[in-house]
C-alpha cells in the first residue's frame, strides 16, 4: 500500500463525508433547489463532482489495462495542474464542459450519497492495485488539461471539489435565506 495514495484518497474521502454530513438535514426540495435561474443547486453540483469522477473512472479502467503504454509524467502535467489552480482561485465562474452539466432533474440526497460513496469504493478499489511507478505514469487524462499521473488527478479531484463546496455553501445559504424571506 503505498502511503502517499492512500493519503491523498483518504483527504478526498474525508472532505466528500464531511460535504454530505453538512447538508444531510436540508430537505431534497431544498437541495434540488435553484437559487436563481441560471445557477445549480446543490444537488447539481454534486452530479457535476460525480460525473467528473465516473468519467475518470471510465478513463482509468482502460488507460490501467495495459500500463507499459504510458509514459512516466512529467514536469508538464505538474505545470498546467499548477496554472489551474492558480486559475480557480480567482473568484470567475467557469463554464464546465458540456459532458459535465448536470440534468435538470429532481434527485434524491441518499441517492447521490449512495452513487458517490459506491463511485470512490470502485476508484479505491482500481487505485489501489497500481504500483508505484504505474502511478507516476501519466495515466489519466483531464479534458483541457491533458495527461497527468494519479497523484496529479487527485490533487485536480480535491481543489475540483474545494471550489464546488464554495458553490455549496454560497446556494444553502440563498436558498434558505430566500425561503425566509417568502
Request: charged share 30%.
Amino acid at each position: 500500500m503505498n502511503p502517499r495514495l492512500k493519503a491523498d484518497f483518504d483527504k478526498l474521502e474525508t472532505s466528500r463525508k464531511k460535504i454530505f454530513d453538512t447538508i444531510k438535514n436540508y430537505s431534497d426540495e431544498k437541495l434540488n433547489q435553484k437559487p436563481s435561474p441560471e445557477a445549480w443547486s446543490v444537488t447539481q453540483v454534486l452530479q457535476h463532482l460525480i460525473t467528473s469522477e465516473e468519467a475518470s473512472l471510465r478513463y482509468l479502467q482502460k488507460k490501467t489495462l495495459d500500463t507499459s503504454r504510458s509514459a512516466k509524467a512529467g514536469m508538464k502535467g505538474g505545470v498546467k495542474l499548477f496554472l489551474t489552480k492558480l486559475t480557480f482561485s480567482i473568484p470567475i465562474k467557469f463554464n464546465s464542459p458540456e459532458t459535465m452539466i448536470p440534468a435538470e432533474t429532481f434527485v434524491p440526497f441518499k441517492e447521490l450519497e449512495i452513487k458517490w460513496e459506491k463511485l470512490r469504493t470502485d476508484t479505491w478499489q482500481l487505485l489501489s492495485k497500481l504500483n508505484d511507478e504505474e502511478l507516476e505514469k501519466e495515466l489519466w487524462k483531464h479534458p483541457l488539461l491533458g495527461k497527468m499521473n494519479i497523484y496529479q488527478m487527485l490533487d485536480f479531484f480535491d481543489f475540483h471539489f474545494e471550489r464546488h463546496r464554495g458553490q455549496v455553501e454560497r446556494t444553502i445559504e440563498r436558498v434558505i435565506t430566500t425561503a425566509n424571506f417568502l
